[in-house]
């Protein structure tokens, strides 16, 4: 005898039936937050099965993963460099867009690596920046290391920032307390300033000194005439 399908199984079409497609999955898992997300998650508010979901994302980290390029690709979308401008303004322009991208991930930025994960995303200001540093007179393979180094340092910087809503704190200023407490005695004068102070490295200044010291260092590189 036959049995008739139950409701559940109703609500919840499975695999290509389900007509999902993953611009769908992403809205739905970036109304969740990170610590909540979860295949099933999703699965539940586009009111699917699990397996309709997983057709187009096969695990949790490659859920979270894909979420978090796309919120930083979105952040970073208003990020334009004029023509007019030179190599030292295109890279202050390219450097805090980066590290305001990933640092407003929040949760989610341990999951996008700017220098691995999402190099088609920054394809057009990339190669303006790289475009400038020719142009102000470096061969293209300096030109190409100059870039690397200032998106990852910018990288880290919103990494470290992102960090802090998650562990109270920053994560070399964490560090240097504990190690302080687990060795008492050590008594670095300095260090112990350091560590009562209120200066946070995590700071805006803190982004705006990486970035003027990158600078000033391509200026003492272009000014010394080698490459």
């Given at each position: 005898?036959?049995?008739?399908?139950?409701?559940?199984?109703?609500?919840?079409?499975?695999g290509?039936?389900?007509?999902?497609?993953?611009p769908?999955?992403?809205?739905?898992?970036?109304?969740?937050?990170?610590?909540?997300?979860?295949?099933?998650?999703?699965?539940?508010?586009?009111?699917?099965?699990?397996?309709?979901?997983?057709?187009?994302?096969?695990?949790?980290?490659?859920?979270?993963?894909?979420?978090?390029?796309?919120?930083?690709a979105?952040?970073?979308?208003?990020?334009?460099?004029?023509?007019?401008?030179?190599?030292?303004?295109?890279?202050?322009?390219?450097?805090?867009?980066i590290?305001?991208?990933?640092?407003?991930?929040?949760?989610?930025?341990?999951?996008?690596?700017?220098?691995?994960?999402?190099?088609?995303?920054?394809?057009?200001?990339?190669?303006?920046?790289?475009a400038?540093?020719?142009?102000?007179?470096?061969?293209?393979?300096?030109?190409l290391?100059?870039?690397?180094?200032?998106?990852?340092?910018?990288?880290?910087?919103?990494?470290?920032v992102?960090g802090?809503?998650?562990?109270?704190?920053?994560?070399?200023?964490?560090?240097?307390?504990?190690?302080?407490?687990?060795?008492?005695?050590?008594?670095?004068?300095?260090?112990?300033?350091?560590?009562?102070?209120?200066?946070?490295?995590?700071?805006?200044?803190?982004?705006?000194?990486?970035?003027?010291?990158?600078?000033?260092g391509?200026?003492?590189?272009?000014?010394?005439?080698?490459?």
């Amino acid at each position: 005898m036959a049995t008739r399908p139950s409701a559940d199984a109703k609500r919840r079409p499975q695999g290509m039936k389900a007509g999902l497609d993953l611009p769908q999955i992403l809205r739905a898992a970036s109304s969740i937050p990170p610590d909540d997300l979860t295949m099933q998650a999703v699965a539940d508010r586009l009111g699917v099965d699990r397996k309709a979901v997983n057709h187009h994302v096969p695990d949790r980290a490659s859920l979270l993963r894909l979420v978090a390029v796309d919120a930083f690709a979105r952040n970073f979308a208003p990020v334009s460099i004029p023509p007019e401008c030179d190599w030292r303004e295109a890279s202050r322009i390219y450097g805090h867009g980066i590290a305001t991208a990933v640092a407003a991930l929040g949760p989610l930025a341990g999951h996008v690596r700017v220098s691995r994960s999402v190099d088609a995303l920054l394809l057009a200001a990339t190669e303006a920046l790289l475009a400038k540093f020719v142009e102000g007179g470096f061969d293209l393979e300096t030109g190409l290391r100059a870039v690397a180094m200032l998106s990852e340092m910018c990288d880290a910087y919103g990494q470290g920032v992102a960090g802090m809503e998650r562990d109270g704190g920053g994560m070399r200023d964490l560090w240097l307390r504990e190690v302080l407490r687990e060795h008492p005695e050590e008594r670095p004068r300095y260090l112990l300033e350091a560590a009562q102070s209120v200066v946070s490295t995590y700071d805006a200044r803190q982004l705006e000194l990486s970035i003027e010291v990158f600078i000033h260092g391509f200026e003492g590189i272009a000014s010394a005439g080698r490459p």
